[in-house]
Structures are given as C-alpha cells and as structure tokens.
C-alpha cells in the first residue's frame, strides 16, 4: 500500500475535480439559482473524496517515526536539480488535514456565493478545487523549486476568487493582494535562485531536495546563509501576515466571499508560518537563532497591534482579518522561542485556526448576506431574530479568543508557555493579547448580537440546515479538540522534535526538581524533627 | 508573628478511591450532560422538560457527593484525599498537564455547597422563571454553570481549575447577559468577561511560571516542589494568583463588575454572583496555601486587598437603594472577609472556608429573598418603592430575617461564628486589621438593617397598580431551607470540627496569642453590630424614606453611589485612554502602514489598469501574466547556471 503514490493522489484528485466542474454545462448570473446545482454538487463530492482519501493517507501515517513519510521523489528539472518530489511530516499532514477538511465545508456553506459573480458558478468552485490541490501540494512539497512554483501558482486562483466573486472594491483587493504576493515572491525567488548557488557549487551538484539541501547549507558561509533567510523570511511574513506587511488581508477579506477569506485566512496564510518552520528553521538554523529577537519581537507587536485595529474596526471581515495578524504573531511567537511547547503550540494553532476563523468567517458571511452589509452599526438584536446563527457566532467568538475548553486553547497555552520559557518578558508583553481577544469579540458580539432589533434586522432568518450542516463539522472539531487534542499532538510531536534538533535547540529544565527540595529540605526537617 | 512557619503547608499526595469514590466523575458530568442536551437541542424543543432535567442532574449530583462526603469522612485523617486520573488532557516536551481529580476534605466541601445550594436554585428558577419563553435555555446556562464550577473544586491542579475558572467565566457572561435584548444586560456581561480576563492574565502567567519553575501544574507537583523555590518566584507567583483571584471573586481593584451584573435574572446573582463562582477566589488561594505559606509579602497582599474590599463593599452597600446591588456590595464585602482570613494563613484558611459556606446560605438565602420580593412588585428593584411588605409576603420576610440576622452577626446565628473568628484572628495578626474587620461588622449591621427597613417595614411606598403577593411553593421551599441553614450553619464549628477537618489539607495553626481574652473579642464585636444596627434605626426607621433618592448628600454618600468612583477611574485610567490609543492605532494603520503600501503599489496598480483596458478582464491577459512570471524564474535560473 505505502508504494501508492497518496500525496499525488492528493494534489491531482482536486485539480481533475476543476477541471470536471469546468466541464459540466455553465450557469451564471441571476437565473443561476434557478439552474441546476450541478457544478456545486459536484465539487463537493470531489472534495469530500478528497477528504476520504486524505483520512485514508493519515492512517498510513506513522506517529512513532521521524522525518518524512509517504515519499514519492521523481527528477523534474535535472539542470537545476529540481525534483517532483512529495512528502508529509507531522507538520505537513496537520496543514493537509485542515486544508481537505475546510474545502467541503467552504464549498457547502458558499453554495450561492459564485451566483453573481463576473463568471460562471462553475468557474467559482472549480477554482476552489484547484486551491485545495495547489495547497496540498505546497504543504507537502519537499523540493525548494517544486515548493517555490506551487507556492506561486496558489496565487491564481485566489486571484480569480477575490476579483471575480468579491464585493464592491474587488479589484482593487485582488491587485493587492496580488501585488503584495507576487512582491514577497520574488523575494523568496531571489533566496531560491540562491539556494541553487550554493547547491551547484558542491559535490552532489545542483539541488533543491531539501534532505540534500540541509547539509549544504550548514556548510555554507555564515552571511550567504542569513541573507537566503531574509528572503524567505520577508516572503513568509507577507504571506502569514505579521505586522508591519499585513494589510493586504483586511482589504482582501472585505471584498472576498467568506468562502474564499476562509480559504486564503484558514489555509493560503499558514504556507507564511508553514514556511518558517519548514525552509527558514530547517534550511537556516543559524540565521534563524540569529534572527530571532527581531523576530519574536515583530511576532509580539503583531499580537498587540492586531488586538487593538481589531476592535477599532467598523466592518466586520475587517475586524476578524485584523484578529487573524493577532494570532498570526501568537504563531510566529511559538516557532521562534526555539522550545517544544512554542514549538507543538504553533503547529497546533495552525489548525485551531483555521477551525476558529473559518467559523467566524462563514457566519458573519451568513449574516452579511441576509443583511446585505458588512458594517458592525448596521447590526444589532440579531440574537433575537436567529439564535442559532448567534450561538454558532459566539462559540466561534470564544475559540478565537482561546476560552479553555476549545480547541484554541491549547495551543495558545502552548505557546505562552513556550514564550515564558524562552524569556519571560515576551509572555508578559504578550498575555496582554488575552484580554485584546476578549474585547475584540465580546464587542463584536455585543454590537451586532444583542440590544434591541435594529431596522433592517428584523428579515434576518436564522440559520438553514444547509448551513448548519456546513457548521457543524467545526464545532464538533473545536469542542472535541478543546478536550482531546493528543490524536493531533501525536502527529505533531515527532516533526518538532525533528526541527528543534535542526536548529540545535533543547528545552531548560524546570528550576527546581525533586532532589533540590529533598536535599535542601533534608537539614531543615531533621531540625524540626 | 504568631504563625509558625516550622510546619510547612502539607504535600498534595493523594490516594486512589473505591466505590463512590471512584465515580466522583459524574459528579461535574451530570450537570455537563444536562447543559449539553439542553443547549444542543435547543430552548424550544426542550422547554417542556428541560427545568426538570436541569434540576434533577444537579440534584444527583448532590446526592453522590454526600455519599462520597460521607465516605470521606469515614477514612483516616491521613487517607482523605482522593485522587483519580481521567486522562492527559495535553504535552509538548517535557510539559504534561492531566486532568484529573482531587477529592479532599476542602474539594468536599465545595461539592456540597455548589451542587445542594445549586439545586436549591434550580428548583427556585423553576418557579422565578416560570414566564420566561427562554427558560430551557436558562437552565442549560445554569447546568453548564454548575459543571465548570465543579470542574474547577474538583481539579488536581490549575489548568483543571483554570478550565472550570473560566468555564464559570463563560456560564457567568451567558447569565448576566440572558435577557440579551437589554443593552444594560449585554454590556454588563461583557464588562464581567473582559474584567475577569484580566485577573486571567494572572493565572496564565502564573502556570507558565510554576512550569518554568517546577515543570509541572498539578497540585502534587508544585505543593512538593515549592519550597525549592526562590523567594522572588514564590512572591511573584502568589501576587499573579492573587490578580486572578481579584477579577473572579470581585475584590479591589478588579471589582467593578459584580455590581453591573446583577443585570442577570435573580437566581443567577444568587447561585453565580454570590454563594458559589465569586468565591472561587478564595478557593483559590487557600488551594494554593503550599505557596502562599512560603511568602510573607503574598499573604500580605491578600490581607490588604480583602481588608480595603471589605470596606469598599460595605460601604458602597449603605448608599444603594436598588436591592440587589446593596446586596452585591455586601457580597464584595464578605468575599473581603474571606480574603482576610484567607490571607492570614494557617490561622486564616479555615475560617474563610467557614465563612464561605456560612455566607453561601445565608446571601443565597437573601438573594432569592430579594427575587421574591421582586416577584411581588413587578421586577422593581428600587427599595424607595417598598415598605411594609412583611404582611404581604410573610414567609420571604421571615426567611429573609434569617438571613439578615446571619449576616449582621446576631449572637448564635451562622453568621456570627464565622465572622467573629475572623475578626478574633484579624486582632491575633495586627491591630490595624481587627480594627478593619471589626469596622466593617458595624457597617454591615447599618447597611443591613438599612435593608429590612426600607424593604420590608415602615410604610408603604409602593407604585400604583402593585399588588404584592407571596411567591408559589416551589420558590419559598428553597429560602425555608436556606433560612434553616442560616440560622444553623455554626454546628460546622461545633468542637472546632471545621479546622480538624480542613486540617489535611490547610495543615494546623497554634493558637493565637491574643491581648484579650476571646470572650471580650465576641463581646466587641456584638457591641459595633449593635451600634450599626441603632444608627439605622435612627436613621432609617426614625424618619420617612422619600420616594426618589435625595440629590442633597454628602461627598461620602455621593461616592458611595457611584461605587467609590470605580467606574470613573477604570474610565479614566483605561478605557478613554485604551480607545484613544485603538483610535490613533486604526488612523495610523490606514494613512501610514497601508499608506505607504498604496504609495508604492499605486504605480503598479495604474500600470495594470492600463493593462486592463486593453484586455479587460480576459482570462487570458492573467494566464500570460503568469507565464511571464515563469518565464522570469527560468530566466533567472539560467543565468546563474550559464554564469
């Protein structure tokens, strides 16, 4: 079984899914609701096949080994050493999990969203399967070139989403965003080009497998090795975003249909922190310690500075972008205190993340349609008119703002347990982005959810059972996870024990242990005694 | 110091139970199933049923833990603390965190009061909310409320207690805010919300430095380790759990909401914001006495901020003419006793946990008193609007007396052994202490019988169209046995059977050396009550209470209304500043970090609308963009190679 070759099967199912949606008979505009649902339907069976077969490869996985698994290496580009070549560690197989389970749910709850779009409906869902397959891909890419290319070609179709499906300012939010991705490309294009220079001038030759590329690199010239990071450093933190290259997102989450900012929020930006973990630390370690006081203090701001936009903000895809670069910082905080608990944290709050976002992102999505606007003072009493939206809302709220018991949690804790140890004063800076959280949704919650029924509120129908059952896979993750996260912090465990023993990193030990009290407590009680 | 400090606070080293002992998991799941299906299925679809099955979960609930009460009780002084692992709840590296639970004699002790007071108040909101179309929803509030509060007396260490802490948290915000449609509600619960996550702060960064320091959050762990720590480390430690303390049990300087939740229906202040969530403080620290007895500046931040507490509550209770907020300015000031007592140490930690169950039944008592009394006169909360309301609903006046006389500290009545052993110990630590405590026993007393006066004697104030009647059985079951238990909670003290019992886990203090003998305390104290008690009724009962609120007071009574100005300096010092800083931080965002990226991009963006118009929005024009972006990247790969 393990010489199928699942990761392609993973990227190609989606893709093929595209290209059959494309095929079917085209509906479009206004009479669109009343065409047949086809395209639709199809996509979602694709991408529930597509999370069957994902199910399927993390049973192949094996949480007790380290490295990569489910490897497929085949030569691409033999000149400049660049190689087809797929493969998952813990890491990777979270970020694949996330990325096939969010799909169907984004697919079902934007079942209406491409009807008035600039193309046709099928337009819109395929190119949300070609994104699922491309991201696949680029999670489980194991080749710098292969990477760098997928990473690039993800820009296409959210390109397509946002300027075609999007709101009133579409294409002003795609060409920046587009803008600033390509920028951030070409950066990381300059450190790959890079990378070939180092690896041409070795013994093996050209190459941009990264178990090859490992080596080489730890050989390399101390300065060659930082700047090639600063390349992908400055891509990656576009891509997450963190302060002070963010602002893309907002603008792009207000244009976007919901389905979409979950796709680019939940799943595009993790490739920014993905990519840290994965090129940066693995393929820089040196630089990265190097780096990392810059780093983790940029990581801090963003929590704070995101915190505090967030609840100065009026529209509410606004809002939520803005707590996205707060917890995008809390991420980014975790992988640069170089510790387990940062470490498993930030791995882990990928995931919630992208649970909790997507939450947030789909029902206000719901919300906003039936109210036809996106601005918090348009809103208010909605509790009242449909309490079920309300609730989904507000347990989608709290997991953003890490309540104990949701999924989110952990890995904050996590993570503030990792900055702690690391340095303590990084924690306290950044425990400030608790209270933050609390604001920004409780506001949030306030405004829109309750008081008396606005004018213009009083239409407001609750959630359907389309959206509900679009919902409630969510729910169920983020609850369950809040409780029982050791299934997912098995996979991961072993992949950051790996990139900690890259960068040479090992956790302190506790102060105090049992033999200091026993030894320094021995005196005192045979005195009491 | 009389305190002797050769006794370290006893290790948490728990041993495995059987029988009842080894389902004490079901006593926080009852409850945690009710909510679930209450609240999964939805207010209309259980609201046939869902106040009984809210109730009867609680009331299991209750039953299992007085079995297991019992068979505690039954073992070994030395084999009373029951621990059971439920499962790993997560790890990275070296950090493991549990959740499991510990059933010992002060753990037991919470079980009893949450579950038997809870199901006294489920079974009053049947009745109390009886008109509400949200009712299911309310008890699925309330079950969900009475789980996390188990969650976290029931825990093995603090992420446990942390998950019910904010569990409470979450069941206190749903509550305050039920009748979500008001905007008082709705900004209230998040005010309780956003003030109790800054005493979170606290308790975040107090486990992440208890696993810096110790490597581990249970309460085995660090109870054993903590002596090895550094003086700094135990002093900070103690003030982060202290601020977490604060913002959940309403104390100085993180007080300000409790007032402001009392937006929340009746039984919630009652069960939430008075007998059980908000001492959860308090539990708190006399959990954490393994640490708290190894730093004198700890306990002595504790004591100054349950002294100023008690003070602040009591007073702002005199100047309060809403019933439920004079009420809520006393339970500040009782949690301040706790706080107090809590903060003297081993001295301190029974009493406070005396106190706490004593202040459980008698302000529960009062609260759902007060409930009734609203149920009479139509949800008015305002006191100038009653008067002579003894004969109307006799049996709210004559349980609520109980109360009253509970918590003035009436010679015999639960009230007045708690209290007056925390005062005794106050005078046994400083001076200045006792004189706090026992000042506050006299204000007590006035703001008390300020209370009865106003509510149940005189004459009638009443609005027109008032027709008071006394509440349905279902209601007036629960303060009869509440009234009980004010009048008899003492026998807890009975042959010092409290301290014995909570002696495991507190470990045991030698008696305080006091001035004067103890009886002379007792007699003090009984003198300030009566002094309190006379002013009132010079002042209240011995002239006519007007109709609205005089305007012409003095500065004292002025600030006493507007809650010592808590409000305004949170205004002051945080909120106006905090909005003009998100304010300046939005505009900063938009002109300058977005400005300078629309700057430089606006050149690129005019290019591609030049671009547009000739192809506009041709598929095609973005698939030859990116081939050219490809070509690039090739290009540039072959130049290296070639070069």
Known sequence: MNDFPWLTTLVVLPLLGAVAVMALPRTKGERAATQSDLPQQVALGVSLLTFGVAVVTAFQFDTDASGFQLEETHNWIEAFGAHYALGVDGLGLVLVLLTVILTPVVILASWRDGDRGRWSVNSFFAWMLALEGLAIGTFAATDVFLFYVLFEATLIPIYFLIGGFGGARRSYAAIKFLIFSLLGGLVMLASVVGLYAESAGSDGGPTYLLEELAPIMAAADTDVARWLFVGFFIAFAMKAPMFPVHTWLPDAADEATPGTSVLLVSVLDKIGTFGMIRFCLGLFPEASEWATPVVLVLAVISILYGGLVAIGQRSIPRLIAYTSVSHFGFIVLGIFVMNSQGHVGATLYMFNHGLSTGVLFLVTGFLIARRGSRMIPDFGGVQTVAPVLAGIFLVGGLSSLSLPGLSPFVSEFLVMTGAFVHNWWYAVFAVFGIVLAALYILLMYQRTMTGPVRPGVEGVRDLGVREVAAMAPLLVLIIGLGFFPKPLLDVIEPSVETTLTTVGAEDPAPDVTEADVHAGGSDEEAHAE | ?643
């Open chain 2, 1 to 643: 110091m009389n305190i002797s400090l050769s006794e370290a606070a006893p290790v948490v080293s728990p041993t495995s139970g059987d029988g009842v002992l080894s389902l004490l998991w079901l006593i926080p799941a009852l409850p945690a199933l009710g909510a679930l299906v209450i609240l999964v299925l939805g207010n209309r679809r259980t609201s046939p049923w869902a106040h009984w099955l809210g109730t009867a979960t609680v009331a299991l609930s209750f039953l299992i833990g007085l079995v297991a009460f019992f068979q505690l009780l039954g073992r070994d002084e030395s084999d009373r603390s029951v621990g059971q692992h439920l499962w790993t709840w997560f790890e990275a590296g070296s950090f493991t965190v549990d959740l499991g639970i510990l059933y010992d004699p002060l753990s037991s002790l919470f079980v009893l009061l949450i579950t038997g007071v809870g199901s006294l108040i489920h079974l009053y909101s049947v009745g109390y909310m009886a008109h509400d179309a949200a009712r299911a929803r309310f008890f699925g509030y309330l079950n969900l409320f009475v789980a996390a509060m188990l969650v976290l007396v029931l825990s093995d260490g603090y992420l446990g207690v942390f998950l019910g802490w904010e569990g409470v948290g979450l069941a206190s915000y749903l509550l305050i805010g039920f009748w979500h449609h008001k905007p008082t509600a709705a900004t209230a619960a998040k005010k309780a919300f956003v003030v109790n996550r800054v005493g979170d702060m606290g308790m975040v960064l107090a486990t992440t430095l208890m696993f810096a320091t110790f490597g581990t959050v249970s309460f085995e762990g660090v109870s054993e380790l903590a002596s090895g720590a550094s003086q700094t480390t135990l002093n900070i430690l103690a003030l982060l759990l202290l601020l977490a303390a604060c913002g959940k049990s309403a104390q100085v300087p993180l007080q300000s909401w409790l007032l402001d939740a009392m937006e929340g229906p009746t039984p919630v202040s009652a069960l939430i914001h008075a007998a059980t969530m908000v001492t959860a403080g308090v539990y708190l620290v006399v959990r954490s006495n393994f640490i708290y007895e190894l730093t004198e500046v700890g306990r002595t931040a504790v004591v100054i901020v349950g002294a100023v507490t008690l003070l602040a509550g009591a007073i702002i209770g005199c100047a309060k003419d809403d019933i439920k907020k004079a009420l809520a300015g006393s339970t500040m000031s009782q949690i301040g006793y706790m706080m107090l007592a809590a903060g003297l140490g081993v001295a301190g930690y029974a009493f406070a946990i005396f106190h706490l169950l004593t202040h459980g039944f008698f302000k529960a008592n009062m609260f759902l008193g007060a409930g009734s009394v609203m149920h009479a006169m139509d949800d008015d909360v305002n006191m100038r609007h009653y008067g002579a309301l003894q004969k109307a609903v006799p049996v709210t006046f004559l349980t609520f007396a109980m109360g009253y006389l509970a918590i003035i500290g009436f010679p015999g009545f639960s009230g007045f052994w708690s209290k007056d052993k925390i005062i005794e110990t106050a005078f046994g630590e400083s001076l200045w202490i006792g004189l706090a405590a026992l000042a506050g026993a006299g204000i007590t007393a006035f703001y008390m019988t300020r209370l009865m006066i106003m509510t149940f004697l005189g004459r009638k104030r009443w609005e027109p169209g008032v027709h008071p009647h006394e509440s349905p059985k279902v209601m007036t079951i629960p303060l009869i046995v509440l009234a009980a238990l004010s009048v008899l909670g003492g026998v807890l003290l009975l042959g010092d059977w409290i301290v014995d019992w909570l002696t495991p886990v507190v470990g045991h203090a030698e008696h305080h050396e006091l001035p004067l003998p103890v009886i002379a305390y007792t007699l003090i104290v009984v003198a300030v009550v009566a002094v309190g008690v006379a002013v009132a009724w010079l002042l209240v009962a011995k002239r006519d209470i007007p109709r609205e609120a005089p305007q012409k007071v003095s500065f004292v009574t002025r600030a006493a209304r507007a809650d010592l100005y808590g409000d305004a300096a949170n205004e002051a010092l945080l909120m106006r500043p905090g909005n003009n800083l998100v304010e300046g931080l939005v505009t900063f965002d938009d002109d300058y970090v977005d400005g300078v990226v629309d700057g430089t991009g606006s050149a690129a963006i005019g290019m591609s609308g030049t671009f547009r118009r000739i192809q506009t929005g041709y598929v095609r024009s973005y698939a030859l963009s990116v081939f050219a972006g490809a070509l690039l990247v090739v290009l540039a790969l072959l130049a290296v190679n070639l070069g």
